[in-house]
């Protein structure tokens, strides 16, 4: 399913609050993962947030309807997607897919060396999705401290240290 993709407008934040709340469900099936279903989700003044300080960009499909979003951050060189959502009723279809692809564009645009994130390891809609992109998950000792940064606050945030991973696709 082919979508625009635009910039995020304040005017947007509930629709990307259902999305994210819709997106959550797919856990559901996953015993150990399935408390997220139940978790926070962004608040609207998370979204407004990155909104203001960051990539922040929704899909829209040919009935204007929201279907996904992506914020993501630069580090150094490299733009960090520190959050990708597709609503549950839109997903396997390509939308995941063309946001990574926009991300990725303009990270080319803007010099970037790579793209990089942090994902599920075990989750196949997580690391081998990604790997499909032509993403590569970061060894520890390639790791940029960002990045073992942002695995420390997921640990910290209930997640277990081997469930998680950090991934990198080069740019150069």
Not at 89 to 116: M, N, P, S
Request: glycine share 4%; proline share 3%; hydrophobic share 45%.
């Amino acid at each position: 399913m082919a979508c625009l993709i635009r910039k995020i407008n304040p005017s947007d934040i509930a629709q990307l609050i259902e999305i994210e709340k819709s997106a959550t469900q797919a856990f559901s099936s996953i015993p150990e993962l399935s408390w997220l279903v139940e978790s926070p989700v962004l608040s609207a003044q998370d979204h407004l947030q990155l909104i203001s300080s960051a990539y922040a960009f929704i899909a829209i499909n040919q009935k204007n309807q929201a279907t996904g979003f992506l914020y993501a951050e630069r580090q150094a060189l490299d733009l960090y997607i520190i959050e990708l959502d597709v609503s549950a009723a839109f997903q396997k279809q390509g939308i995941g897919r063309q946001l990574i692809e926009y991300a990725i564009t303009i990270a080319q645009g803007e010099g970037c060396d790579a793209v990089t994130l942090t994902t599920f390891h075990n989750v196949i809609w997580n690391r081998p999705f990604y790997e499909k992109l032509g993403f590569e998950k970061i060894n520890a000792l390639e790791m940029p401290l960002y990045l073992e940064h942002k695995l420390e606050y997921e640990v910290a945030c209930g997640f277990s240290r081997n469930s998680r991973c950090a991934m990198r696709l080069a740019l150069n």
